[in-house]
């Protein structure tokens, strides 16, 4: 069988049997065809003429003219589409895919505040004394003094901040309970924040809530960050989970080991933990940089 003509088959198929969307299919046509002009220029056109070395050298060709592996890896997934329907069609006898291998993309690293950003929010008079002024600035600084989930935080209750011993209790990922140490600055910041709201909006079981006394949800403490951080910060990205990685990379900053930030973030494995590491090794070297005496910039400034 021709190569376009099992194409063509194949589009039908993922058209008007699967019904899938038309740009989908649009998208696996386009990496096909580039697929088949490829292997064509190669001398092959027919299906049983098609091995697993004319797909690698296709994929190789895309990532040495730097095409990004996160797309490369999409086309592959259209060729294996391709590929299992005819197999299970019974028009190709042989799994050509086993031995072509998805590139591998590389972890983004984590974006996380400045120290010298995070200082503001202990700044006098960046928030209002009502009680949402108030109310932000102590879910700002629990963001970023205990490395809390967003989901974590929304579903914090008053039971859960024990005053006395200095712990919050935070219920995790699949129920999974945790205590958190938090300094005696923020367990008072806790405790007149509290009595504010009780005297603003009622009593509630849940720590943050809106003006009406409601929980707060996820897309209010997202705001609640990008109004704050948007002025505070120049990091790429602002969002609550910045917190988190803040968190974790200024204690490891600071000298603290990966198995108490482990503990703290309620991560299960230590490699999840293990790419703050990376993150400060970076910072460090920006430090370096900016502030050594024969650091990049100023070399480069002096020429």
């Known amino acids: 069988?021709?190569?376009?003509?099992?194409?063509?088959?194949?589009?039908?198929?993922?058209?008007?049997?699967?019904?899938?969307?038309?740009?989908?299919?649009?998208?696996?046509m386009a990496d096909l065809e580039d697929l088949v002009s490829y292997v064509e220029r190669l001398g092959v056109e027919r299906l049983e003429d098609l091995e697993s070395r004319d797909l690698r050298a296709w994929e190789m060709d895309h990532l040495?003219?730097?095409?990004?592996?996160?797309?490369?890896?999409?086309?592959?997934?259209?060729?294996s589409s391709w590929l299992l329907y005819l197999r299970r069609h019974g028009l190709l006898d042989r799994d050509l895919m086993a031995k072509v291998s998805v590139p591998r993309?590389?972890?983004?690293?984590?974006?996380?505040?400045?120290?010298?950003?995070?200082?503001?929010?202990?700044?006098?008079?960046?928030?209002?004394?009502?009680f949402e002024g108030q109310r932000d600035r102590?879910?700002?600084?629990?963001?970023?003094?205990?490395?809390?989930?967003?989901?974590?935080?929304?579903?914090l209750r008053e039971a859960s901040v024990d005053l006395s011993a200095l712990t919050v209790k935070v219920l995790g990922k699949r129920?999974?309970?945790?205590?958190?140490?938090?300094?005696?600055?923020?367990?008072?910041?806790?405790?007149?924040?509290?009595?504010?709201?009780?005297?603003?909006?009622?009593?509630?079981?849940w720590l943050f809530v809106n003006s009406k006394g409601e929980r707060?949800?996820?897309?209010?403490?997202?705001?609640?960050?990008?109004?704050?951080?948007?002025?505070?910060s120049q990091a790429d990205r602002i969002s609550p989970h910045v917190f988190r990685h803040s968190f974790a990379t200024h204690i490891l900053d600071e000298g603290g080991s990966l198995r108490a930030i482990q503990e703290l973030l309620g991560h299960?494995?230590?490699?999840?933990?293990?790419?703050?590491?990376?993150?400060?090794?970076?910072?460090?070297?920006?430090?370096?940089?900016?502030?050594?005496?024969?650091?990049?910039?100023?070399?480069?400034?002096?020429?």
Request: charge should be positive; hydrophobic fraction near 30%; glycine fraction near 6%.
């Open 1 to 28: 069988m021709k190569l376009r003509e099992s194409i063509e088959r194949f589009g039908d198929y993922v058209a008007y049997e699967r019904r899938l969307a038309a740009g989908t299919v649009r998208n696996y």
């Open 64 to 79: 040495d003219r730097g095409e990004a592996p996160g797309t490369v890896k999409r086309r592959l997934s259209s060729v």
């Open 105 to 130: 993309q590389p972890k983004r690293m984590p974006v996380f505040f400045r120290e010298s950003e995070t200082e503001h929010l202990y700044d006098e008079g960046l928030f209002g004394s009502d």
């Open 138 to 155: 102590l879910l700002l600084r629990v963001l970023y003094e205990t490395g809390i989930r967003r989901a974590e935080l929304t579903g």
């Open 175 to 205: 129920n999974k309970e945790r205590l958190i140490p938090i300094e005696s600055e923020l367990a008072h910041n806790i405790s007149e924040y509290l009595a504010l709201k009780h005297q603003t909006v009622g009593p509630s079981e």
């Open 216 to 232: 707060m949800g996820d897309s209010s403490v997202y705001y609640v960050v990008q109004k704050y951080m948007k002025r505070l």
């Open 268 to 303: 299960e494995s230590l490699a999840t933990t293990e790419v703050y590491t990376h993150v400060s090794r970076e910072h460090l070297k920006e430090v370096y940089r900016q502030s050594h005496p024969r650091g990049g910039r100023r070399r480069d400034a002096e020429k």
